[in-house]
């Protein structure tokens, strides 16, 4: 069996850094990915669903790098859990845990509002640069 996610959203604050016991790199960020519609009565509505994005080895290292808060990326990767939290409102939401299998930079560095991509990462390969 197999299962894939695949999120375009804005990254919520600098990714962070950090090492498993055994050296291997990991960097962590949260993603905000936007949903606006119109409703039956005309109104617009907006939805913010968030994920927790886990991303390994030398793309880790990339990904800390290269993302800050408010770069728009694509991840490509496996749902691993939900993890429910209380909002500042008093409601019950969830955070869903995503293990990436590559993220895809679509804002420069410095550039949070660009549609430009500046590079894809992947485990394997590190950063490739499209032309």
Not at 29 to 41: H, K, M
Not at 46 to 52: A, H, L, P, Q, S
Not at 77 to 84: F, K, L, S
Not at 111 to 119: K, L
């Given at each position: 069996?197999?299962?894939?996610?695949?999120?375009?959203?804005?990254?919520?604050a600098k990714p962070e850094l950090r090492y498993t016991p055994s050296g291997v790199t990991v960097a962590s960020?949260?993603?905000?990915?936007?949903?606006?519609?119109?409703?039956?009565?005309g109104n617009k509505k907006?939805?913010?669903?968030?994920?927790?994005c886990s991303t390994w080895r030398q793309q880790a290292e990339v990904v800390e790098k290269y993302l800050d808060k408010g770069s728009k990326v694509m991840v490509?990767?496996?749902?691993?859990?939900?993890?429910?939290?209380?909002?500042r409102d008093g409601n019950q939401r969830a955070s869903l845990e995503v293990t990436t299998q590559k993220v895809v930079f679509l804002s420069n560095k410095g550039?949070?509002?660009?549609?430009?991509?500046?590079?894809n990462t992947t485990h394997d390969d590190g950063p490739e640069i499209p032309f």
């Open positions: 069996m197999y299962q894939q996610i695949t999120l375009i959203g804005r990254v919520a960020f949260s993603l905000a990915v936007n949903r606006t519609w119109t409703d039956s009565e907006d939805k913010t669903t968030w994920f927790r490509i990767g496996e749902v691993e859990e939900a993890r429910p939290y209380t909002d550039d949070s509002e660009s549609g430009n991509s500046a590079a």
